[in-house]
C-alpha cells in the first residue's frame, strides 16, 4: 500500500514562503507523476503543481512564478516550494502520486497538510 506523508505546513503572513515535503513509502519513479492539490473551505480540490517522471512540470496561472514543485528521487521525496504567500492561497494541501496501468489510473493521497496566509 502505497503511503504519502506531507509537511512543512503552518501559518505565515502574506508575502512570507513556506516548503511542503511529501514523502512517499516506495519508490517515487514508479509513479507516471506527482503533484499537489489544495482545498479551500467551499471550493473544489485544485491541482497547483505537478511533476512527471521525467521532470517535466505543470502549473496553473495562480501560482506560476510563485510555487516550485521538485523531486529528489533518492530520497522519495516531492517537495513544493511556495514564495509570496498571498491569503488566497489558504488551504488543506494535499500529496498526490498516480501511476498508469492497463487498467486505468491510479491514485494516491496524502492526509494533507494545512497551509494559513493572513493578511
Known amino acids: ?10 501559518l505565515v503572513q502574506a508575502g512570507g ?8 513509502s516506495g519508490n517515487i519513479v514508479n509513479f507516471n507523476a506527482m503533484g499537489w492539490y489544495r482545498q479551500a473551505p467551499g471550493k473544489q480540490r485544485e491541482l497547483v503543481a505537478a511533476i512527471t517522471r521525467g521532470g517535466s512540470t505543470n502549473y496553473p496561472d495562480s501560482v506560476k512564478g510563485r ?7 533518492a530520497k522519495n521525496t516531492v ?8 491569503p488566497e492561497d ?3 494541501y494535499y500529496c498526490n502520486a498516480h501511476r498508469l496501468t492497463s487498467m486505468g489510473r491510479n491514485d494516491y493521497w496524502g492526509q494533507g497538510t494545512q497551509v494559513t496566509v493572513s493578511s
Not at 510555487?67 to 528521487?73: A, G
Open 1 to 10: 500500500q502505497v503511503q504519502l506523508v506531507e509537511s512543512g505546513g503552518g
Open 17 to 24: 514562503s513556506l516548503r511542503l515535503s511529501c514523502a512517499a
Open 67 to 73: 510555487f516550485t514543485i521538485s523531486r529528489d528521487n
Open 79 to 86: 517537495y513544493l516550494e511556495m514564495n509570496s504567500l498571498r
Open 90 to 92: 489558504t488551504a488543506l
